[in-house]
Structure formats: structure tokens, C-alpha cells
């Protein structure tokens, strides 16, 4: 089953959107990889 | 949140749920096994409907899907509960409980499918526990979806009776089904489960269109074993899955299978290569940081058509998803 640790903020941020995904070491996601997404 | 099941029947004083290979059979009061459905007064019901324990924007690389719409970003939910009992479950503080046990969000189907256009998102993914689990909400909630335009995906075991796979395959566009093993025995162990239900679902996934990939997972002394891998890929080809990406994916200690070691990254590479070798057309190694198989090849001509490097793309696929080199078609779902 795919991960669901990863670190999302996007729903702090209203009407915008932010949101970093942080995947650490577990089997589903890829280590240390970090995906960063900004729509303002 | 309190919801009337689909599929089950009953016999004398006991309900037997017919959604999932388990078929449990529930006396009054009593829970299945996925831990979501009770027999209440000869009624299924099923406790995970609208109430989400887990709720995030992925990119659908994370699911993982490398050939279905690249780049975008799915909005990715679970309730609590799962059908399957794995010894290495990542997500077991979800999946190993019950809906009644988590924090949840009150989150109906048309609440969903507003926030993914609200938030972007070109699909909706049901994920993290197997949405087998919450089958009646993914249900209704990707018939939504599929009629505001956006796409369903489903991250899931595929341990699944046929009818209600049937109901559900219309809305569903892209899956990623994890084959554990080929070995049954192994099956039963790790999981808790059997091979061949698993074998139905991936053959009536490909039959009905819906954009395929599957994951193994090489768990050490489980799953690890290259003559049963071998088995699979044979398998595979044999029944028409050469163009299915397959993504092997390393092992890292968890919940009770803590004890053991990662995956050696050689078997992970080995396996790979052995994959390619029997004529799988996209092979992947997942979870070992950016390698050879991180990439997408051009079956043809061998050019890199997307570069990975966790969850960043760079692409030199051309809009209609052929080869920038050779245009020749990639398989998967461009636009
Ligand atoms: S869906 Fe749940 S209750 Fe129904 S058969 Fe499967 S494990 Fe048992
Ligand atoms: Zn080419």
C-alpha cells in the first residue's frame, strides 16, 4: 500500500495553495525525496 | 458514519458479506475483517462512509502511477479499516483499526469531488488502507467524480469479488494493484490473504481498459524469492501484461516485520533486470532514491522519454504521449 506519511500543508493555506510532500523512509515512497508544489 | 453495505446475503441468523474474498460470516453485533462492516440486526452495515481519516494532495507519482497523466496532483483519501492483514503494513495505525478508533473528517462524496476541482487536482485517489475497505464511498464518491470530468484512481490489493469489481470498474481509470508474491502459501502468511482473487482482479482491470501498473514489494525472506519472482514475470507475459509498468519496490522494516533487514538494492536491481529481460516493457525500482529504473525508456529506441527524480519530472514525451525520438506511441494515459 502506498504511504500516507507525507507532510502536506496545502489546507493551511486558504483559497491558495502550498504544499511540500516530505517522504522519509518507508516502502512505498522514495527516500528523502521532496516534492514542492506553489500556485499562488 | 452509518451506511447500508452492498453485497451480502444472509443465511438463518448470520449476515455473510460477499464484497470481498473473505466472505465473512457476521452474527449479530459482529465485525468483518477489514473491520469496517457489522452485522447489525441482520443489516451489513458499513461504518466508513464519508468519514476520511486521511486526506492529502499527492502527486500521482506517489501512488505509484508513472504513466497515467504525469505531473498532476491527485487528491488522495483512506478511511480507516482494510481487508488484508499485512505483517509489514506502513499505515497500520490506520489500516488495523476501525473507523470507530480514528480521527475523522465528515466529508461526503459531492464534498470530495468539490475540493479535488477546488484544489486542482485531476483525479481523486483511493488509497494508504485498501479502499476495498470503504468500497461503498469510493463507489459513489468516483461516480461523482466521473461526472464533473475528473479521473479515479484506485491503490489497492485488488482482493475483490468480481460482481462488486464489475460495479465499481465504469468510474475507475487508472490503478496500482500490489502483487505480493506468487506464492500462496507466502500470501497467506504476509497478508493474511490468496493469490489467485488478486490474479482475477489485475485480469479484469486489463480487460475493461482501465490504465494499469502493478508493485511488488521484495520483503527479505518472504517475498524475495528470485525463482518465485521469476514465476510472476512468467505469468505476467503469458496473460498480456508486458506493457503494465511494474514497479519493484525495497522493503524497509516495519511494524512487525521490524526484525528484518531492507532489501538488498543488488536482488532489487537484479529483479529488474530480469523483468526486462523476460520482456516487460516499463520496469521500475521504487524506493532506493533516483537509478536506471527511476526513468521511462522508450520501448523502441531506448531514449529517455521522463526523467524522475523523486517526484520531479522532466519529459521529453511530445503532447500525444509518443517518443520525441522515434514517435512511437507510449503505453499510458497522456492528457
Ligand atoms: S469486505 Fe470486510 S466484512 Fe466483507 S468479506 Fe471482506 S473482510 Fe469480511
Ligand atoms: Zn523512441
Known sequence: ?40 | MRHEAKYYRKKGNTVICELCPNMCRLLNGETGKCRTRTNRHGMLITEAYANPCALHIDPVEKKPLYHFLPGTSTLSLATAGCNLACRNCQNHDISQTSPLETQNLDLQPDDIVVMAIQKGCSSISYTYTDPVAYYEYMLDTAQKANEKGLKNIMVSAGYINPQPLDELLPFIDAANIDLKTFDDNVYHELSGVHLKPVLNTLLKLKEAGVWLEITNLLVPTYSDDVAMIEKMLDWLVENGFKSVPIHYNRFVPTYKLHYLHSTPIALLLQVAEMAVSKGMKYVYVGNIGPNHYSNTYCPVCQAVLLYRTGYSIRSKLNNYGKCDECNCELDGVWK
Open chain 1, 1 to 40: 500500500m502506498e504511504n500516507v506519511m507525507s507532510v502536506t500543508v496545502s489546507w493551511m493555506v486558504s483559497g491558495n495553495e502550498c504544499f511540500i510532500v516530505v517522504s522519509l523512509a518507508f516502502a512505498r515512497c522514495l527516500i528523502g525525496s521532496i516534492y514542492y508544489k506553489n500556485v499562488f
